[in-house]
């Protein structure tokens, strides 16, 4: 049954989809074992390799499986660990261990460890290259000193991806390393951060002479960058959206409130929910197409496209919504930053979702960074000009 | 034909890349002077239909066509529009398609030699005030001994001046009718009107007592206009998607090449941000055309819906594109020199035709309708 080759493919992933469910009814099975058995029969990844939650697939077949296994009820393993399926595991496969694969995807896709990025800093953000968190090699471990911010689930992950300097006498983005840390581990300290929404969901993170192990460094020394790159592909097409169906996804807050509360209604809005749901459905079948023609080859700087559009799409649907309900959504307890995350984002208030979209055109890369890199790496126009680019690190002046 | 939706066989691939050079050799982007009845046109109609046979792509092999689908009609259309070629391909693909779905043997016999390129026809429903009918004609024909006499009014007929054969939607006592009229017959007068656009005819066709022969009578002529319509929606689409491509490639070369305070104007972030910006609402206008496509070949979608949205995102990519183009090019992208004009003038244009804005955002309904729990 799994042995699916050829034209086969397609009904082989299903059939076997299919036979998961019926193993392992997700009425009655927890979402751990469920997305346990999910991983080890090959079903998690289906273009990671086999082994490592994957069967060596067309990525695209993967849209195959999520179709029976949403239709089941079966638990979105992404939304429990956004971080680690967006950013963590397309990056651990391709430049980590086989021991670190071995050790860390599992779990990963399972949701028992969660994971959390540690890119930016106070003064590096949308210049990430430019951080200054460093990491010492003393000749038996590697020793991280250093402040990262914004650090999105740091307070309940396991494990984080760091980027630090290694060598700061030369040009920024040649002295980077990548690693994996433990946050569980002495020296780091997570304090989380209350943000505009009144929650807080993402911490600052003090690392102060944290030992890393050799092994839990991901690609060479100073090759950070390039290892940095590959998450960031991965984040923004993570983050440019899932959608699947017509209607789906933000543009379906709209439409519902819509539909339950026809006494708000004016023509005009009716006409603005139009246009909404036109740049919905472009946004919803570009995506699609840009996942069939992709093929096998890896998304590449088009998921630019398709953050950027889904960011500034969030704003305007949750915009239009604030208008319709007028007074009565400017009511709005804020939680306190101690209050548990027990409601779902997607259940979450209109107003909640509407403070929660503003940072959807900063986090990730904000609009200006994607629209550059949309303008440089997909239009092939010439870049900024750049005062810091032969400098060594050391002698570039930051805030 | 592929199915599998956004994916085109090698067949198609070569069609495109067929297309293309013939459209680069017809239409090379120095001549500004792109007029759908000068010489140019009427070879390069020969060209596509007698050398490359891309005329009358989806007519069925029965009627004499190629039987082709949606998706390489939409791939001819699309490479038309890169160029801003002045071709009558609306108004053929509207009478053909029409044609092909009247079930009459007169029908088969105008149409085999327009879908060979031989002969031009143009389909006739609007009323005396330009606007898209099909369910309510403003001409009108009466049966008068063994023939039929029409009497009306219609304006802006795509492609309609220079049609050989003018398929006219009537109102008879019997009901809704497809009619057959020589355009060279007495009683009919045509005007070819002056438009913005410089590339695409549109024509003021009066008929006055003109002989006319019945095609099909009854609410089947209606849907055949109708599903004909949605295919030409596909194909002005195509065409848009075409139009916005070029400005956009245009428009980047100029940013890379142009220099002003030293530098290249592209690393300058206000026009970079404004080319990707370009670049986001072309990406749309080929999902949506591309996917209505599709939706007519393989049904992926309701083929109205999948057409209209097609039409409203790339008329919105189209007018936004040549906009954009227009204004990074700076003083030279105002003068007539410049082919921007032809864009942003076909852009505008094309974004009311075929019942234009209103009737293709009525037709989004669907998209209203909230998500199944
Ligand atoms: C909710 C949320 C969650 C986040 N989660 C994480 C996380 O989990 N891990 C993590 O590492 N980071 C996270 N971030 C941080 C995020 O990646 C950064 O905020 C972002 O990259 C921008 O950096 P900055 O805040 O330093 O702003 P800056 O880089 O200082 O930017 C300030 C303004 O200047 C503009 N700007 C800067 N440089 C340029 C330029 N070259 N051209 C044009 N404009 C420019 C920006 O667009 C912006 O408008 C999160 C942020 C938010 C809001």
Redesign the interface.
């Known amino acids: 049954m799994t042995d699916t080759i050829g034209t086969d493919r397609r009904t082989g992933v299903v059939v076997d989809a299919e036979e998961l469910v019926r193993d392992h009814p997700p009425a009655e099975t927890g979402a751990v074992a469920f997305l346990g058995a999910q991983f080890d029969r090959g079903l998690a990844w289906v273009h990671f390799p086999t082994g490592r939650g994957g069967r060596g697939l067309p990525q695209g077949r993967q849209a195959d499986v999520d179709r029976v296994l949403r239709a089941s009820g079966a638990p979105d393993a992404f939304l429990r660990n956004p971080i680690g399926h967006g950013m963590a595991a397309p990056t651990v496969v391709v430049h980590g261990s086989d021991r670190l694969q071995e050790r860390l995807l599992r779990p990963l896709f399972t949701g028992e460890e969660l994971w959390a990025q540690l890119f930016s800093e106070p003064g590096a953000g949308s210049d990430l290259a430019g951080l200054a968190t460093r990491a010492e090699w003393d000749g038996r471990v590697w020793r991280v000193t250093g402040q990262k911010v914004w650090t999105s689930l740091a307070q309940h992950a396991r494990w984080a991806l760091l980027v630090a300097r290694t060598d700061p006498d030369v040009p920024k983005h040649k002295g980077l390393t990548y690693f994996v840390v433990d946050l569980h581990h002495p020296g780091v300290d997570v304090r989380p951060l209350r943000q505009l929404t009144g929650d807080a969901e993402f911490n600052e993170v003090y690392l102060d002479d944290v030992e890393i192990d050799d092994g839990w460094r991901l690609g060479e020394v100073g090759d950070g960058w390039r290892v940095a790159m590959t998450t960031l592909m991965s984040e923004r097409k993570a983050l440019g959206g899932r959608s699947s169906a017509r209607g789906d996804g933000t543009i379906g807050d709209a439409l519902r409130l819509w539909a339950q509360r026809p006494e708000l209604r004016t023509p005009a809005d009716e006409q603005h929910l139009l246009d909404l749901a036109v740049r919905a459905e472009a946004q919803r079948l570009t995506g699609w197409r840009h996942g069939a023609e992709q093929g096998d080859a890896p998304m590449g700087s088009r998921g630019a496209i398709d953050k950027v559009v889904g960011a500034e799409l969030n704003q305007a649907v949750y915009d239009f919504c604030m208008r319709v309900l007028g007074v009565e959504a400017t009511r709005y307890t804020h939680p306190g930053p101690d209050d548990p995350h027990t409601t779902p984002p997607a259940d979450r208030s209109l107003t909640w979702k509407f403070l929660r979209s503003r940072a959807n055109t900063i986090e990730g890369g904000t609009s200006e960074i994607l629209r550059n890199i949309i303008g440089e790496r997909l239009l092939g126009l010439p870049g900024d000009v750049r005062v810091d680019k032969d400098v060594p690190w050391r002698d570039v002046p930051r805030s | 034909m592929t199915t ?4 085109f066989s090698d067949e198609q691939h070569l069609l495109r890349e067929t297309v293309r050079d013939a459209c680069q050799r017809a239409w090379p982007p120095e001549a500004v002077e792109r007029t759908a009845n000068g010489p140019w046109a009427t070879k390069f109609w020969t060209t596509l239909a007698s050398e490359l046979g891309v005329v009358g792509l989806t007519v069925p092999e029965t009627l004499g066509g190629l039987g082709a689908g949606v998706v390489d009609l939409t791939i001819v259309a699309e490479e038309l529009g890169r160029v801003a070629a002045a071709a009558p391909m609306l108004g053929t693909t509207l009478a053909t398609e029409t044609l092909a779905r009247v079930e009459c043997e007169t029908a088969a016999t105008v149409l085999e030699p327009v879908a060979g390129g031989q002969r031009l026809a143009a389909l006739v429903v609007t009323d005396d005030a330009g606007a898209w009918t099909p369910d309510r004609p403003a001409t009108t024909a009466r049966s008068e001994g063994d023939g039929w006499r029409i009497d009306g009014a219609a304006r802006g007929v795509l492609d309609g001046a220079g049609a050989d054969d003018l398929l006219v939607l009537s109102t008879t006592d019997e009901g809704i009718a497809l009619m057959l009229v020589d355009g060279a017959a007495d009683g009919v007068t045509r005007r070819a009107v002056d438009t913005m656009d410089l590339t695409r005819e549109l024509a003021d066709v009066t008929f006055t007592d003109a002989q006319a022969t019945l095609l099909q009578v009854g609410p089947a002529v209606v849907d055949a206009v109708r599903g004909a319509a949605d295919v030409a929606t596909i194909v002005l689409a195509a065409e848009q998607l075409g139009g916005c491509q070029t400005m ?1 490639d245009r428009t ?1 070369e100029h ?2 090449t142009h220099m002003q305070f030293g ?2 104007i ?2 300058f ?1 206000a ?3 404004r ?3 370009m ?2 609402a072309t ?6 055309v ?2 209505a496509a599709w939706a007519a070949d393989v049904g992926i979608d309701d083929v109205a819906v999948a057409a209209s ?1 097609a039409h ?2 790339a008329s ?1 990519a189209h007018t936004e594109v040549s906009g954009g183009a227009l204004q990074l090019h700076g003083g030279i992208g105002f003068t007539w020199e410049h082919p921007t004009h032809l864009y942003l003038k076909r852009a505008w244009s094309d974004a009311t035709l075929l019942g234009g804005r209103a009737f293709h ?1 009525a037709r ?1 309904a669907p ?5 199944r729990a």
């Open positions: 599998e939706p956004f994916v956009l980047v940013a890379r530098r290249p592209g690393t972030q026009v970079r941000h080319c990707a910006d670049l986001v990406e749309h206008a080929r999902s949506a591309y996917h949205l409203v995102v919105q955002r989004l998209l209203l309708e909230p998500p």
